[in-house]
């Protein structure tokens, strides 16, 4: 062993490996940056989609559900509300069924999980709803696994 691995040969390998790793885990890093920044849709970003993210944090919406698989299972994934609600085909529909849903909870049904009334104004609620829309268009390369989280 005394005579195979001399101390600048595990120098070498220490640095040389180091550097290798460093390369690779750089360029990795410039990669997610790229794809994170073309799959989030930046020119799709306005102040109203900011307002939305303001109420989900203010709200701590992600106590009870989840958000492109992120937060809580306690209620459906939202990240996708927006296609799940037909948002795609009829983006009014979509945006009334969500808005109408805010306003409606809690629903008091039976044995049915329940969620709290936030009392948002109309501004808030049309944020939300562009929230939902910008979340939904995000590639998360099919990410949560399931429409449900
Ligand atoms: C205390 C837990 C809780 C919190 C906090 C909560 N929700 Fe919910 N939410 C639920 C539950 C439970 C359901 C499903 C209820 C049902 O199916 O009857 C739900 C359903 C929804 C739905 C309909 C989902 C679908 O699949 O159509 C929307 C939209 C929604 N929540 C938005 C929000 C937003 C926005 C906030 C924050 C402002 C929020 N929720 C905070 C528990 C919560």
Not at 64 to 71: D, F, I, K, T, V
Request: charged share 25%.
């Amino acid at each position: 062993m005394k005579d195979r691995l001399t101390i600048s040969a595990a120098r070498n390998i220490f640095f040389g490996g180091t550097i290798f790793f460093f390369a690779i885990f750089t360029l990795l890093v410039v990669q997610s940056v790229m794809f994170v920044d073309e799959s989030s849709k930046p020119e799709n970003l306005n102040e109203k989609v900011a307002l939305g993210k303001e109420v989900w944090e203010r709200h701590s919406c992600v106590n009870c559900h989840s958000l492109l698989g992120e937060g809580a299972y306690f209620a459906p994934e939202l990240g996708n509300v927006w296609v799940r609600r037909g948002g795609r085909d009829d983006a009014e529909g979509a945006a009334d069924f969500i808005k109408e849903w805010m306003k409606a909870m809690p629903t008091g049904v039976e044995g049915r999980r329940q969620m709290p009334q936030f009392n948002l104004t109309e501004e808030e609620l049309d944020g939300l709803v562009e929230f939902f829309k910008w979340t939904s268009e995000i590639n998360t390369q099919n990410w949560p696994p399931n429409d449900a989280g």
